[in-house]
């Protein structure tokens, strides 16, 4: 649903996190799509098909995704005086 949001949102691909400004927004303007229009649903299912298939469109568009997160997370994490450390297994 994000995917397929942010491919309408910024058809050309360049995004970041002043571009998609409040990232709880954006989901929530991609959730009411994809309650409110079953195309745009049909659509947003396929990304999930096309993500987990490894199309490096889609995994270029959530890797995006993630980085914008992980910056809004580290924000509100410095505040709290949180600290992680990221793992990644394969």
Known sequence: MLIEYLFEQ???????????????????????????????????????VSLQGGDERYLKAWAQICEISRKGFEQVYERLDVHLVEKVLF
């Open 10 to 48: 910024f058809p050309n691909g360049e995004v970041n996190d002043q571009a998609v400004g409040e990232l709880q927004a954006f989901y929530k303007a991609s959730k009411k799509r994809f309650d409110d229009d079953p195309e745009f649903k049909n659509r947003a299912q396929q990304a999930v």
